[in-house]
């Protein structure tokens, strides 16, 4: 066989994964030749008319095999962008999901808005950090906060460490492996002034009809909600009013159609009318957060 160009190489491999089913076949070879090549796919183009380098097929190849039997890009290259940071990532944790900037972004500008911060360091905690996607971001990006990054699997704190030492947040966040807040230090209570949760949210019944790329490779334990996908917020909800600062906020992102089922479970009393509720890019109601009152 002659040898193969950077352009044939990709258009053979964009046809393999779009013979498999693949949807984005094409971004999908690019980002994974890039990926091999260690060059950026704005230079697979520039450089399309020249031989690919020796050694370079086979192993290209393999890739596309593996992204032809569903693996997700990014497991396949270890790496994803989340708030135009790469975070490591593996089997052990979730993709980072681009919609869940929307919450890391909100709890950014709340800080921004409330002038007390000026004088006093922010508390925030991230229940269920996986990969560490939203605790090391708002320590980046909201420079005195004092972060604390709650997970249960043990497993996924070792990622979302490894992701706060290469973003030189490490000295700034706290890990804590724990069922939700059970296993916080009793000094904590009180003084958390924002709470992010990302929990696991699918029904039980629903994850083995996910897209192949969610059921086949993502765990288990970061997609798994119990019955109707609620049971982890039903838990946390009321662990969470222990652990905020008074007028703390609790920023929850759920399912579609799950945000108005959080209602009930958030009672007047204690979170009073402040429920807002935030959209995903698409349009599905994404985020549920509230300011504990008393
Ligand atoms: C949907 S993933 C979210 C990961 C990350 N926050 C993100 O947004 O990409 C949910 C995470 O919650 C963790 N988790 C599941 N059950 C938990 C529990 N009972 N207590 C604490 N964390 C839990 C999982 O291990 C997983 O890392």
Redesign the pocket.
Known sequence: MSPLTIGEALAGAAETLRSRGIDTARLDAEVLLAFVLNTSRLDLHVNSREVLPDGIWHGYNTLIERRAGREPVAYITGEKE?MSLAFYVDRN?????PE?EILVEWIIEKIRERPGFSTRRPVIM??????????VSLAKYVSRAEVWA????EK?LDTACRNARTHKVDDRISFLQ???LTGIPAGLKGRVDFM??????IPSREIPHLMAEVAGFE?Y????GGGDGLD?YR?LIPQAREVLHTCGWLGM?VGAAQAEKLAPLLSERIWGESAVVLKDYTGVDRFVVVQKKN
Request: glycine residues 8%.
């Open positions: 989340f944790v979730l993709v980072p999901r869940t991230d229940v269920g950090t996986g990969s560490g996607s939203i605790a709650v997970d249960i699997s996924a724990s069922d939700l992010a949760a990302n929990l696991p949210y765990p334990i970061a997609l798994n982890l838990k992102e």
